[in-house]
């Protein structure tokens, strides 16, 4: 019994066996009909047909390729670097590059080993980026390779954050630093009162146009006295156990979000991250958590690098299967405000917003479900999504009445309701 032959990587290209077909049946054509010319015509084609065979070798070398993925990219953007490996019988190398949801684009390369590839994406966290198909040429394309597959490699982008002018605080501030006026007496706040000059105060608070002003002959000094500064502590809770595209049909996991469509986790990243900038260029500490998740939490700190520590943390947030139980509620620090991110979908984030809401916390609710496109779906759809909704606002207004204050994030009212609750005072 005969082994099995192993597969050829290289094949001779169409256009050398239709050349080498034709010229030999010109040959023939020439000495049947006794026409030399005809056979000096086609000896060419035969020749070059000839070359391409000699030529073959059908267990040459397959091109190599590997993708890297950059390490940092900008915010909203995705990035590799292509490397190639150009065997030795090949001229050029047929690349084609695959992205879900875009147009292929195919390349071909003489001389260029390595090459970027960067991609604009609304979407944002673990993704694939590309796929590449390449395919070795023979010199003069007599002869072509098997295309090699590289599956798409994964990336992850880093959501994009936009400005955030107002943000509301707690009601209790804490810490000696920060850009909050509190109501504890200290230096750097808003004027407090004009006292008498006691052990302890320093001379620079001294006040010597009131002193000269009450005390004509000096006998006592007077001080300005002020609030102190302090900081804000906050906790953001994302709700990664929903990503939700615009389009409720997809919502069952039976159709595939489109590409240029933003998820509700991807306007729960972007609004985390844009939240967590605001607080820590005020001076505030702010830490984030995923309430469907096991992950370890980011504790709260402040400063530059934990920006960047929460950027990529949020960058990895996805769901993961089935949400776990929550044996008990995360712990917030005592009065730090509360920040839940959500589609509210289902009740779990908002029973637990309202938790906190009656444990004497400033709890702010950032509805993040993406505006909805209803035109295309059918009655039953409609239907479905009518009582949805209607549970839905039965539960954003049962926490309004236990006193949690909305933000529009996804509906795009965020500026306006957070210019609304930074101005409002917050009462119990």
């Known amino acids: 019994m005969s082994e099995p032959r192993a597969p050829q990587h290289w094949w001779l290209a169409d256009d050398v066996v239709l050349t080498l077909g034709a010229g030999a049946l010109l040959v023939l054509v020439g000495v049947l009909a006794g026409r030399p010319e005809v056979a000096l015509v086609a000896a060419p084609l035969v020749l070059v ?70 991609t604009h994406s609304v979407r944002t966290g673990p993704q694939e980026l590309l796929g590449v198909d390449v395919q070795a040429i023979g010199l003069g394309g007599l002869t072509g390779s098997e295309a090699v597959r590289v599956p798409a490699a ?49 001379l620079r608070r001294v006040d010597w146009k009131v002193t000269a002003r009450l005390s004509p002959d000096v006998d006592a000094l007077w001080v300005r006295r002020t609030f102190a500064l302090a900081e804000a502590h906050v906790v953001i809770l994302v709700d990664s156990r929903d990503d939700v595209g615009p389009d409720p049909t997809t ?18 990243r972007a609004a985390a991250l844009s939240l967590t900038r605001a607080y820590v260029a005020a001076g505030d500490r702010v830490g984030v958590e995923d309430l469907a998740s096991l992950r370890h939490p980011m504790r709260p700190a402040a400063g530059r ?46 029973d637990l917003a309202a938790l906190w809401s ?71």
């Open 49 to 118: 047909g000839a070359r391409g065979v000699l030529r073959h070798d059908p267990d040459a070398d397959l091109p190599q390729v590997q993708v890297r993925p950059a390490g940092v990219a900008e915010p909203g953007r995705a990035a590799a670097t292509v490397e190639l490996s150009l065997p030795e019988r090949a001229g050029w190398l047929r690349v084609r590059l695959s992205r879900a949801g875009h147009d292929d684009r195919e390349l071909l390369l003489a001389a260029r080993p390595a090459f970027d590839v960067t």
């Open 251 to 268: 919502w069952s996991g039976s159709g595939q979000v489109r590409p240029d469509d933003q998820t509700s986790l991807d306007l729960a």
């Open 305 to 350: 690098r934990h920006v960047e520590r929460v950027g990529r943390w949020l960058s990895t947030v996805r769901p993961y299967g089935a949400p776990r139980a929550l044996v008990r509620p995360p712990r917030v620090p005592a009065g730090a405000l509360v920040v839940v991110v959500s589609t509210f979908l289902d009740g779990e984030a908002a």
């Open 358 to 428: 009656r444990a004497g916390h400033r709890v702010v609710a950032v509805d993040v479900l993406p505006p909805l496109r209803r035109v295309h779906l059918s009655a039953r759809e409609r239907l479905a999504l009518r009582l949805v909704d209607v549970e839905r606002s039965d539960r954003l207004a049962g926490l309004a009445a236990a006193g949690v204050e909305l933000v529009g994030w996804g509906a795009g009212r965020a500026d306006a309701d957070l210019r609304r609750l930074t101005t409002r005072r917050w009462r119990r």
């Open 154 to 202: 994964m990336v992850v982008v880093r959501p994009r954050t936009r400005r955030v002018d107002a943000v509301p605080v707690p009601p209790t501030l804490r810490g000696h630093t920060g850009q909050h006026a509190s109501r504890r007496p200290g230096d750097g706040g808003d004027f407090r009162d004009l006292h008498p000059f006691m052990p302890g105060d320093t």
